[in-house]
C-alpha cells in the first residue's frame, strides 16, 4: 500500500520547502518522492495510480488554499477569482502529477489505461460483478447477506448463467460493505470519511501556512482511502486502516487547535495569555467549524446510498429469478412476476456434487423449466433441515448422511440423489439416484437398503458429479411424483 503511505513524504517536502533546508536535503527528499512515485506506477494497478494522483491534487488544494482573510468568523469560502491562483499555486502537483504520467509512459504501465478502451477483461468483470452487487443491495438493502458472504451469494444467485467464475468479494470495499452489513452501515462509514474529508478542507483556511503541509497530507490519505477503495477492498487490512486513523487524529488536533484560535480571536486575547484561557476552547467555538461538514457529509453520504439502492432496483428489471434470503442458509427462488408463494420444492445441495456455483445449476433449470409454477427453496450446504417447508424434497450428496433418520412431513416426498456415505437409518425416502459409477464406494449399500425398503432406483451418467444435463432429468422426474 505504497500509495496510502505517500502523503507523508508529501509533508516531508512540504516542511523541508518552507524550513529552507540546504539543497542538498531538499534533492534528498526529492528523489525519495521520485522513487515512491516510481514504485506506485511499478504496481501496475490503475486505481491505485488515479487514486494517488486524486491524492496529490488534494494535498496541493488543501496545502495552498488561500487562508480566511477578512471574512467573517467561521464562514467558510473560496471565491471564483481565488481559485485560478490557487491553481497556479499548486506548482509541486502538477510537478508530482507530470512525474507520474512520464513514470507511466516509460515503463509501459500506460498501456494498462489504453487497453480499458478496447474491452479490458478485468475492469469489465468488475462491472459484471459490480452490476450483481447493486441486485444483491436491492434484495436486502437494510441487514445484508452477512459478513464475508458477498462472494459465495453472487457466484450462486447473481452470476450470469454461462460463467463459473469463484470471487471472494465485490472487489469493492463499499460495495462489499453494502452487500454484506446492509446499507444503513455503509452511511455511516462513508459519513465518516466524508465528514473528515470536508472538515480538512474546512480548517484549511484556518491555518497558518506554515502549518498546512501536515493537514494536506491527512487530507490526502482521506482522499486516497476513500478512492482506492472504489477497486479494491483495502478497507479490510490493517495497514491503511492505521494510516487512516492516524490522519482522523491529525485533522482531530487541527480542530481543537481551530477552536482555540477562534476562541482568542472572539475574546480579543492577546497571544500571551494565562494557560488555562489561552488553551480551552469555547464550545461555539468548537461546533462552528463542524456545521458544514457535518451537512455536506451527512448529504454526500445519502446521495451514495440512495443511488445504490435505485440502481440495484434498476439492474433487477430484466432479472429473470429473483431471490429471497429469509434467513441465513435459506434461500427462496422464483420467477419474475410470479406471484406464487408456496413451497413447492427444496433442494439440500453439497458442493461435491453440484459444485460451489450450485445456485447457478438450479437457476439456470429453474429458467429452463417454462411452466414451473412454484417457488424453490435452497438450503445451503451449512443450513438445517428444520425450515424445509417444500412438498418434494431434494437432497444430495454429504446432505443425505445429514438427514439421517429424519421423519419426513405430513405429504412430503424425499429424494435422494448420488449419496457420497453409506445408509445411516433413513426412512420413507420416495425414490434414489445413484451414478452409474461408484466414485464413493457405497452404491452397494445403499442397493441393498433399496431392496429391504422397496425404494426405486435410478442410475445417472457418469461418477455422481451432475451437470446441467443430469440435473434436468432430476428436475423433469421430481414433477412427475
Not at 429452463?368 to 433441515?385: H, I, M, R, S, T
Amino acid at each position: 500500500m505504497i500509495g496510502v503511505l505517500l502523503p507523508f513524504i508529501w509533508i516531508l517536502a512540504w516542511y523541508v520547502e518552507k524550513e529552507e533546508f540546504p539543497s542538498g536535503i531538499k534533492y534528498l527528499i526529492w528523489m525519495l518522492e521520485c522513487a515512491a512515485l516510481m514504485l506506485l506506477v511499478y504496481t501496475f494497478s490503475r486505481w491505485a495510480i488515479l487514486a494517488g494522483i486524486c491524492s496529490a491534487v488534494a494535498f496541493g488544494w488543501i496545502a495552498e488554499r488561500p487562508g480566511v482573510g477578512g471574512g467573517r468568523l467561521g464562514e467558510p469560502s473560496l471565491p471564483l477569482a481565488r481559485v485560478k491562483g490557487l491553481v497556479k499555486a499548486m506548482k509541486a502537483t502538477w510537478l508530482r502529477v507530470s512525474v507520474l504520467v512520464i513514470a507511466l509512459v516509460v515503463t509501459g504501465a500506460w498501456g494498462r489505461f489504453l487497453i480499458v478502451a478496447q474491452g479490458d477483461r478485468s475492469v469489465l468483470n468488475r462491472f459484471t460483478m459490480w452490476n450483481g452487487g447493486l441486485k444483491m443491495i436491492a434484495d436486502r438493502p437494510f441487514s445484508g447477506w452477512g459478513d464475508g458472504s458477498a462472494g459465495v451469494n453472487f457466484d450462486n444467485w447473481y452470476q450470469h448463467f454461462s460463467t463459473q467464475i469463484l470471487h471472494a468479494s465485490m472487489t469493492n470495499s463499499w460495495l462489499n460493505v453494502a452487500v454484506e452489513w446492509g446499507l444503513p452501515a455503509l452511511g455511516v462509514i462513508l459519513f465518516g470519511l466524508l465528514f473528515f474529508a470536508f472538515l480538512c478542507l474546512y480548517l484549511a483556511r484556518n491555518e497558518a501556512s506554515e502549518h498546512k503541509g501536515l493537514l494536506a497530507g491527512a487530507g490526502a490519505i482521506v482522499v486516497f482511502f476513500g478512492l482506492v477503495n472504489v477497486g479494491y477492498t483495502a478497507i479490510y487490512y490493517v495497514l491503511p486502516l492505521v494510516v487512516l486513523g492516524v490522519a482522523g487524529l491529525i485533522i482531530a488536533g487541527f480542530w481543537v487547535s481551530n477552536g482555540i484560535y477562534l476562541t482568542r480571536r472572539r475574546e480579543g486575547a492577546k497571544k500571551k495569555t494565562g494557560l488555562l484561557r489561552g488553551f480551552v476552547p469555547s464550545c461555539e467555538t468548537m461546533i462552528v467549524p463542524l456545521r458544514k461538514p457535518l451537512v455536506f457529509a451527512f448529504a454526500a453520504s445519502a446521495v451514495c446510498v440512495i443511488s445504490l439502492y435505485l440502481g440495484g432496483i434498476y439492474a433487477l428489471r430484466n432479472e429473470q429469478i429473483r431471490v429471497e434470503r429469509v434467513a441465513t442458509g435459506n434461500v427462496l427462488l422464483h420467477k419474475a412476476g410470479d406471484s406464487a408463494k408456496a413451497i413447492s420444492l427444496t433442494i439440500a445441495p453439497d458442493y461435491r456434487i453440484l459444485g460451489p456455483c450450485y445456485g447457478r445449476l438450479i437457476r439456470n433449470a429453474l429458467v429452463q423449466d417454462a411452466g414451473y409454477p412454484g417457488v424453490v427453496q435452497v438450503l445451503e450446504p451449512e443450513a438445517d433441515f428444520d425450515v424445509c417447508a417444500g412438498n418434494n424434497v431434494l437432497v444430495l450428496g454429504a446432505r443425505v448422511k445429514d438427514w439421517g433418520g429424519r421423519a419426513s412431513k405430513d405429504g412430503q416426498r424425499i429424494v435422494f440423489v448420488c449419496p457420497t456415505a453409506p445408509p445411516n437409518g433413513q426412512q420413507g425416502i420416495r425414490h434414489l439416484f445413484l451414478p452409474q459409477k461408484d466414485w464413493w464406494h457405497v452404491a452397494q449399500a445403499w442397493k441393498e437398503w433399496a431392496e429391504k425398503n422397496d425404494c426405486p432406483i435410478t442410475y445417472l451418467p457418469g461418477n455422481g458429479f451432475l451437470d446441467e444435463g443430469n440435473l434436468k432429468k432430476i428436475w423433469d422426474f421430481i414433477k412427475t411424483i
